[in-house]
């Protein structure tokens, strides 16, 4: 199966700040490649598929990139409501495998 | 408005069995790939099953292979997982997602609430 492995687990910052969060992917995935954000309680929201696309409804402050072995999440300029789990996951295989999350906090 | 609502879990004992449900509002379930995934109690998500929109292909973790079944009723637009000789292992929240793009390669673009399974004694 693919492994994919985020980094860092835990990430303190502050609103305003320009945070990248990264993915990599055990073998090439190609841009087969997700991100969700998750908040307590609720279920993930998509960010971004296929490496880069922007998911419907979700704000330009949110980018992603990459592609076969190693990926990147930026948030431009964090907000408030940013601040929760986000999950990388890879789809292509149908293992589906997610990362296993990066946790940003408030400094 | 769209809608995925889970509902079916509950408190089940090791070895026992659970039927889950996913009843899908404002759009067709045959329509799409239709996936579950689970949430141990703090910790990260896995996958654990998927049908096709045509019902033809199906396939499961295999943390959960020869124990799961997904199924889907077309005419009631609900997605089902049938779980049996459950284990502490599978205590979670599950999930049901919609797929977006061709099998396998699917990200999930909509996702139910969850609902809770909890296995003990």
């Known amino acids: 199966d693919i492994q994919m492995t985020q980094s860092p687990s835990t990430l303190s910052a502050s609103v305003g700040d320009r945070v990248t969060i990264t993915c990599r992917a055990s073998?090439?995935?190609?841009?087969?490649l997700a991100w969700y954000q998750q908040k307590p309680g609720k279920a993930p929201i998509l960010l971004i598929y296929?490496?880069?696309n922007l998911a419907s409804g979700v704000p330009s402050r949110f980018s992603g990139s990459g592609s076969g072995t190693e990926f990147t999440l930026t948030i431009s300029s964090l907000q408030t409501d940013d601040f929760a789990t986000y999950y990388c996951?890879?789809?292509?295989?149908?293992?589906?495998?997610f990362g296993q999350g990066t946790k940003l906090e408030i400094k | 408005q769209m809608q995925l609502v889970e509902y079916g879990g509950g408190v089940v004992q090791p070895g026992g069995s659970l039927s889950l449900s996913c009843a899908a509002s404002a759009f067709t379930l045959s329509s799409y790939g239709m996936h579950w995934v689970r949430q141990a109690p703090g910790k990260g998500l896995e996958w654990v099953a998927f049908?096709?929109?045509?019902?033809?292909?199906?396939d499961c973790a295999d943390s959960v292979k020869g124990r799961f079944i997904i199924s889907r009723d077309s005419s009631r637009n609900i997605l089902y997982l049938q779980m049996n000789s459950l284990t502490t292992e599978d205590t979670a929240v599950y999930f049901c997602?919609?797929?977006?793009?061709?099998?396998?390669?699917?990200?999930?673009?909509?996702w139910g609430q969850g609902t809770l399974v909890t296995v003990s004694s």
């Open positions: 997602a919609r797929g977006r793009g061709p099998p396998p390669h699917q990200f999930f673009d909509f």
């Open positions: 296929r490496a880069s």
């Open positions: 049908i096709e929109y045509d019902g033809r292909t199906k």
């Open positions: 073998q090439s995935i190609s841009d087969w």
């Open positions: 996951q890879q789809f292509d295989s149908y293992s589906h495998t």
